[in-house]
Each structure stands twice: as C-alpha cells, then as structure tokens.
C-alpha cells in the first residue's frame, strides 16, 4: 500500500463529481491514490474492466458511490458495507464478484468512507434504506446487467433486510447476509444506558473490537485507515433501537437468502438475532463458520475460503 495523503478535507465532497456512465476513477485528481492504497485497484487484473467513480444526493447527504463495470458481466453485484467501514475494505468481496463475472455496485453509506455526513451518525435506519433505493435509480442506465444479486455486511444487512421487508423483495435475485445486525451484543446495558446518556453526551469514544482473525487489518482500522470514526454517536444507538421495533413489525417475506454467522461473533447477538430474522425470512439458508468471529468480509484467509465456498454453493 502506498501512504494516501490527499490533500483535501474528506468530508467536504461536494469535489466528487456528479456519479455518471462515464465519471472514470482515473479522472478525479486523487482518486487512483485512493483506490490503490485500499487495494481497489482491479483494472490490471480484469483487462477490459471500467472503474467509475462519483457521487449522488440522497437522504440529504452526497454519496459516494463506485461501480466496477466488467465487460460481458452476466450479473451486478449490490455490495453493502457494514457499521464504521466504507467501500475501501471490501476489496475481497469486490475481487470475488469480479472474478466470478458480475459487475459492482457499492457506495459508502451516510456518515461513512467518502460519503457527506457526520461521522458514523444517523437519526433513522430508514435513511439507510433510502439511499439504497436511490442508488437503483442512479445505475439505470449505466448498462449493467439486469439480474441482481446482494452482500452485505452487518449493518448493511440490516439495510438490506429493510429494503427487501418493504416492498423490495423481487428487487434481488439471490441475496447474502454476513453476521447480519439485529441486536448488538451487551444491548442488555447499552439499550437502558443510552436512554440516560443522550441527554448528557453527544457520543462515546469508539473501542476498535478484535473483530476478524486478520491482525493485521485489525492494526489497518486503528492506525493506517483515515476513514475511521474515533466516535460511537448516541444518535446511530437510538435509530438502532427505533428500526428492532419496526423490524419485529414486518410481515415475512419469500426472498431468497443465505445467511453467513460465524460462532466467535462477539459484536452482534447471533443466537438471538437469526431465529427472528429467520422468521420474516422463511426460505433463509443458515451457514454457521466455526472460528470466525464478526467482520466475515475482512476475516483471516482460512475463514474466507469457507466463505467463498458458500456463496459459490449458493450464487
């Protein structure tokens, strides 16, 4: 990796230009730095690949968004990161659609990566959701293949599983879960506490938890990635609680999915979380990982390769 030191402010990006079937990476300044030092740089392995890069506005923020556009791709691939990552860190998900012959979609979410925001902040899930259905709109006519499939991670889930419960559920051929959120671990504290706390503290300062088996993606998160939040914002804790009541509302649905759930997850109360979620989603596929703990998308090599083996199972 290459020492990324842009010279401007990453949250002021109304400097990204406007997303577009002809928006190429290579034409904004400092983006080929960026995609190199996060190892996004795909178009030397995939001859013929178009990388573009720009941004949207939605849910009052601008977004920004990539697509990998492979020649001859027979599917798009709807990629969607979790709590605190962005784009940059989903260079295995990304390099597996592509070489598995899809197309990618990804963008950061509000508060996240390039994306405007404050920092790792949201007032409602729903935003989250809203930004998803807009971002179809954008890649309309951008030529992409039309059969769908997702992958999202954690709070992406979460995301995804909100799309497809209204009214979204033909909107993705196949669809996959990694360690999908519903209730956090220690959620027994942290519901009561944070209804005490917002009315004294905007946020608390953010513990980077040992959530992959790759130490050094790990030491990546605390000391090497300038996208980081430093801050867990009460506000993203109390929309949290907001969407677990409207989700245990929902009406199940008949998508297609698998859900990937490794047993050392120590961020996300899986025991708990996959009966109910497996409830609205009654043709879900469950596959426990054994060893793994929570950031599946990032996790050490002998888990990925379990990983990849589902999902080319499934897909």
Not at 174 to 190: I, N, S, T
Request: glycine share 6%; net charge negative; charged share 20%.
């Amino acid at each position: 990796m290459i020492n990324w030191s842009p010279n401007f402010d990453p949250l002021a990006l109304p400097s990204i230009p406007d997303i577009s079937a002809t928006s190429y990476i290579a034409d904004v300044s400092w983006a080929p730095d960026y995609s190199r030092y996060y190892n996004i740089n795909f178009e030397d392995s995939y001859p013929g690949l178009v990388h573009l890069f720009g941004a949207f506005d939605s849910a009052g923020e601008r977004i920004a968004m990539q697509i990998f556009k492979l020649p001859n791709a027979h599917s798009t691939a709807f990629v969607y990161h979790g709590y605190y990552d962005h784009v940059g860190l989903f260079d295995n998900v990304i390099n597996y659609f592509l070489k598995h012959g899809y197309s990618v979609v990804a963008y950061d979410l509000p508060g996240h990566g390039l994306s405007t925001g404050e920092r790792a902040a949201i007032d409602d899930f729903m935003r989250y959701r809203q930004v998803l259905s807009d971002a179809f709109k954008v890649v309309v006519d951008f030529g992409l293949p039309a059969r769908r499939v997702g992958l999202a991670q954690s709070t992406g889930c979460a995301v995804l599983m909100s799309h497809l419960l209204s009214g979204g559920d033909a909107d993705f051929e196949r669809v996959v879960l990694l360690a999908p959120l519903l209730k956090p671990c220690d959620w027994w504290w942290g519901k009561p506490a944070h209804s005490l706390l917002k009315y004294f503290i905007h946020s608390l300062p953010r513990k980077f938890a040992d959530n992959s088996d790759d130490q050094l993606f790990l030491e990546f998160l605390r000391e090497r990635d300038p996208l980081q939040a430093r801050f867990l914002p009460l506000s993203w804790v109390g929309a949290l609680k907001k969407w677990q009541t409207w989700f245990h509302r929902q009406k199940p649905v008949s998508s297609s999915l698998m859900i990937l759930q490794g047993d050392q997850d120590e961020t996300v109360e899986w025991r708990y979380n996959l009966p109910r979620i497996q409830v609205k989603f009654p043709n879900a596929k469950i596959v426990h990982v054994p060893g793994a703990r929570h950031h599946l998308a990032k996790e050490g090599e002998r888990f990925r390769e379990q990983l990849w083996q589902a999902c080319d199972d499934y897909l």
